[in-house]
């Protein structure tokens, strides 16, 4: 089998073929991703016009790349798999089209694949896990812990109720001066702080209700800054190292709670496992901080490489396999119509006020 992916979700333009041959492992036969990071950089954040642009500008060259590194010609493609949703929509579009013009073209099946999905099944891939396993998913534009139960198959236990982890890192650099995105340089910079000096509050901590919050953190960080400004290198790395421990640690609460979660319901699952996404995932503090929670919970810790962490388009492609094989890959994606949001799990109702209203909806 082997699945075409396009991804072009967000601020990646990204295709990729995967193969997957009788019971071998499968094998990412390509991966090209191109970010726009250097497009959206003046503007602090992703710009939606711009990204939908860029992908119209690359997308055409990066399949073809894709294709040319795997030396797998469009015939021996069996499939073509899309993201069709969560997220720009411009993008989506761009995407969408492209992959129903190959697939209309070459006489292939297209598949409409959910951008969440991807990153759920991403570790059957990498590390071919066995169904049930967790996902703690920590992007710019979600933050949400999954028990992943089979194809299609998704119980949402946690979302944000208001920003989404990669946003508060983002904001908070913005706040504090640090360049766009701001993840990386407020990891960067913490390394040097003392993450005793200031004491950030830890939303949700010890909550009966499993999800996350960060917009009071991030107001706190503000009243910091503000309350001791102009800031000096010293007092930057002082915050960056503090709001970073005030994270690991409301979320390894968050996740300490659905690990428990997960024994109750699983207790069959002999070799549970907790499976990080995302680009938040690349955080070292955040890693070491559920590394400790997994050893202590029994829980196997699985970090896939961090270029299939965030935004690709192998796990795309994967996704489609994983749906063609089993029996799953939908009616005729031709018709499918992009989808700004999409929960992967259609049985969790939408949190009041949550969501993302920014670039990575
Ligand atoms: O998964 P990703 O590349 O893109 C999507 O959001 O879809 O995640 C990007 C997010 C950004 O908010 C970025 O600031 C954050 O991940 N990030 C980090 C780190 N590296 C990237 N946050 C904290 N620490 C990092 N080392
Ligand atoms: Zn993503």
Known sequence: MRVLGIETSCDETAASVVALDGDSAPEILSNVVLSQIEEHAAFGGVVPEIAARAHVEALDGIVEAALGDSAVSLDEIDAIAATAGPG???????????????????NKPMIAINHLEGHALTARLTDGLDFPYL??????????????????????WATTID????????????????????????????????????????????????DFSFSGLKTAVRQAATAIAPLSDRDVADICASFQAAVADALGDRVARALARFGQEFPDQANPALVVAGGVAANRTIKATLEALCSEAGFQFVAPPQKLCTDNAAMIAWAGIERLRAGMAGENGADFVPRSRWPLDSVSAPLVGSGRRGAKA
Do not use: C
């Open 163 to 210: 920003d989404a982890l990669g946003e508060a890192f983002d904001k908070t650099a913005k706040m504090l001066g640090l360049p766009y995105p701001g993840g990386p340089n407020v990891e960067k910079v913490a390394a040097k702080g003392d993450a005793s000096r200031f004491a950030f509050p830890r939303p949700m901590k010890g909550s009966a209700q499993p």
């Open 88 to 106: 720009l929509v411009g993008g989506l579009i761009v995407g969408l089209m492209t992959a129903k013009a190959i697939a209309a073209a070459a």
């Open 135 to 156: 996902l703690l998913l920590v992007s710019g534009g979600h933050t949400q812990i999954v028990a992943v139960r089979g194809v299609g198959d998704y119980q949402r």
